[in-house]
Each structure stands twice: as structure tokens, then as C-alpha cells.
Nanobody, 114 residues
Framework: QVQLVESGGGLVQPGGSLRLSCAASGSIFSINVMGWYRQAPGKERELVARIAWEGSTNYADSVKGRFTISRDNAKNTVYLQMNSLKPEDTAVYYC????????WGQGTQVTVSS
């Protein structure tokens, strides 16, 4: 079985920062891409950022310059540093891992509000 454990969500004021973590464990092999998606109420799930095995990254235009994705391949862990958070960043954030199969985390709530 494969398990993705997410942590780091919460409530933060506009302009604040949060760091999300997602650790993959279990029978997971040949991890290629790790990433984060988010889904706000009434909206479709969208890509936030992803990082490939060798370190190349992609970001949604809305988070470029504010969010940074990174990974620790030895620990099968991906991180999302979120700075200068805005109310429109409020959503459930999901970890996504693409290996021989694709896996999703359970989601962690991020709320940006004063």
C-alpha cells in the first residue's frame, strides 16, 4: 500500500506564509513527478506546482514568484513554501505523486483570511 501524508495547512493572514509537506511511504517505486494541486469551493482542481525527479519545476501563473516547490528524493517528500499568501489562495491543497501509478493525498486546508 502507498500512503501520502500531508501536513502544514492552516489559517494564516494575508501576506503570511505556510509550508506544506507531503511524505510518500509504502510500496512506491520509480517516483517521477511530485506536485501540489488545489481546489477551492465551487471550482475545479488546478495545478499549483510540480517538480520532476531531476528538479525541473512548473508553476501556475497565479503563484509564480510567491510559491516554491522542492523535494527530497531520499525521503520521498515534496514541499511547498507559500509566501505572500492571498485570500484567493484559500483552498484544499492535494499532494500528487506520479510513479508507476498516480497517487493523491487526502488534502490539507489552507485558509487565508484576516
Amino acid at each position: 500500500q502507498v500512503q501520502l501524508v500531508e501536513s502544514g495547512g492552516g489559517l494564516v493572514q494575508p501576506g503570511g506564509s505556510l509550508r506544506l509537506s507531503c511524505a510518500a511511504s509504502g510500496s512506491i517505486f520509480s517516483i517521477n513527478v511530485m506536485g501540489w494541486y488545489r481546489q477551492a469551493p465551487g471550482k475545479e482542481r488546478e495545478l499549483v506546482a510540480r517538480i520532476a525527479w531531476e528538479g525541473s519545476t512548473n508553476y501556475a501563473d497565479s503563484v509564480k514568484g510567491r510559491f516554491t516547490i522542492s523535494r527530497d528524493n531520499a525521503k520521498n517528500t515534496v514541499y511547498l513554501q507559500m509566501n505572500s499568501l492571498k485570500p484567493e489562495d484559500t483552498a484544499v491543497y492535494y499532494c500528487n505523486v506520479r510513479a508507476l501509478s498516480t497517487y493523491w493525498g487526502q488534502g490539507t486546508q489552507v485558509t487565508v483570511s484576516s
